[in-house]
């Protein structure tokens, strides 16, 4: 994987990215060519219809990214790919038409769209087929050996059988006289040179996935691998960097302090932040203010109550503020007390449905990321009720406060909805990989893929 601005991206996923601009690149010239012969016009020079080309190369990729091409599903399933690639290139259109409705300019004639579209959708799909095919395969996959035999070294072997993993467990090694959980693992006994074992195997990483590491490391055979220019990790990188997430099974305190994260060059970042909070929260604001006043009248006349809801939520360093939605629920819906939200709940109104389907009842909540109680990017602020029994049940939760809470995340994107103990703690590992790995680059990477959650209805109750 490679490392762009903290955040790991596949060499597979990066690859096939450089090939999509190029032939998007390749597609809108060629609508350019064919427009200019229909119409018996000269072509004219590249760089009189490169601003055009690029638009529509950017505008794509930018729509591939935010409904989900690039991935790890998309790059193992073709018929999953080939679905997203359709809406994405569908959406890039109406942008740019849209676009340059506004603008003026008549910068994307219809016909070369309509051609740039055709050939967008033939060149993405033989990409996928062929290209993507080939980097889907098992063979490309990293080749891994994992030393330990125990739970940890169990969850790495779940991890690697996934379908979308990007990596092979090729074997592994106990290094204890500890039972083993994985059974097939070979005693480090019965292996006398280790370094070439790993050579012989084709390995190109190593993974430490040891219960126990006090006076447990193997100190000369790893170094004799690393000299060997094979890579070796922890359990604990290694799940984050293929995951997304931090694996609250296998993380400690001293790795928290040590591993590379929680940066102090944030000044900078937290300005662009704020006035790109302030800026957004403005503008949708300004434009949804109609569609909110008629939802909060159709909340009204569904059941009685207010039309907006204020909860109490917990936010930055634990401060408590007040968040704002569009009531979704009875106004009973808690006369026992504070609940989870469930599937199919019953206290959920008609027009409740909808508006939480559609995401049209977060919308009210650009008025707290306007006064600074939210961002529109970070873990989802939970209720007071329900904090203090989560940080004790949790490792590491308080954490999560250590950045502002947001509408949309990286948890919100990465984890299907659900209210439980064990989903609190599937979301925690992804709030604490966004707390840890934080950029403008992955705030816009969470805004862009939060259409493909809308889209889809991912995580939606």
């Not at 996928?128 to 080749?143: E, H, N, P, Q, Y």
């Not at 106990?174 to 280790?194: F, Q, T, W, Y």
């Not at 919308?363 to 004790?392: C, I, T, Y």
């Amino acid at each position: 994987m490679i490392r762009l601005f903290k955040h790991y991206i596949p060499h597979a996923v990066l690859l096939l990215g450089l090939l999509d601009v190029a032939l998007l690149a390749l597609a809108g010239d060629l609508a350019w060519r064919l427009t200019a012969r229909h119409l018996g016009v000269d072509v004219g020079e590249m760089a009189a219809r490169a601003w055009p080309i690029a638009s529509f190369a950017a505008m794509i990729v930018t729509a591939m990214t935010a409904v989900g091409v690039y991935g790890a599903e998309c790059v193992r399933s073709l018929r999953y790919a080939l679905a997203r690639i359709l809406v994405a290139i569908s959406l890039g259109i109406i942008a740019l038409v849209v676009i340059d409705f506004l603008i003026g300019g008549h910068n994307f004639w219809r016909s070369t769209l309509l051609y740039s579209m055709i050939g967008a959708a033939g060149l993405l799909i033989a990409n996928r087929v062929v290209v993507g095919g080939i980097l889907g395969a098992s063979s490309f996959r990293r080749r891994v050996l994992v030393l330990g035999a125990g739970p940890r070294a169990e969850r790495l072997r779940a991890l690697g059988e996934s379908r979308e993993a990007g990596f092979a467990i090729v074997g592994f090694i106990g290094m204890d006289d500890r039972a083993r959980v994985v059974e097939e693992a070979i005693p480090r006994s019965a292996i006398h040179n280790l370094k070439r074992y790993v050579q012989n195997l084709g390995v190109s990483e190593v993974v430490l996935a040891l219960e126990e590491r006090r006076n447990a490391l193997p100190l000369k055979d790893l170094l004799r691998m690393k000299t060997a220019g094979v890579h070796i990790n922890d359990v604990s990188s290694f799940v984050e960097r293929e995951t997304g997430r931090v694996d609250l099974d296998s993380v400690n305190p001293s790795w928290l302090i040590f591993s590379d994260g929680f940066s102090s060059g944030r000044a900078l970042s937290s300005l662009t932040k704020r006035l790109f909070d302030v800026l957004a929260s403005l503008a949708l604001l300004a434009l949804t203010a109609p569609l909110i006043a008629v939802f909060a009248g159709l909340v009204k006349l569904d059941s009685r109550g207010p039309a907006f809801f204020r909860q109490s939520r917990v936010g930055l360093f634990g401060q408590g503020f007040e968040l704002i939605k569009l009531r979704s629920m009875r106004l009973d819906a808690e006369a026992d007390g504070a609940q989870w939200a469930r599937a199919r709940d019953p206290r959920v109104t008609r027009v409740g449905r909808v508006i939480r389907k559609l995401r049209i009842d977060e919308l009210p909540q650009a008025w707290n990321v306007l006064k600074g109680d939210m961002s529109f990017v970070g873990p989802r602020p939970e209720r007071p009720e329900f904090v203090a029994g989560l940080e004790d049940a949790l490792p590491f939760y308080a954490e999560r406060h250590m950045v502002k809470p947001g509408i949309t995340g990286w948890a919100q994107i990465n984890y299907p909805y659900g209210a439980s103990i064990e989903d609190a703690r599937h979301k925690l590992e992804y709030d604490l990989y966004y707390a840890k790995n934080y950029t403008p680059f992955l705030d816009i990477l969470i805004i862009l893929q939060t259409l493909r959650v809308i889209l889809w209805n991912d995580g939606a109750r």
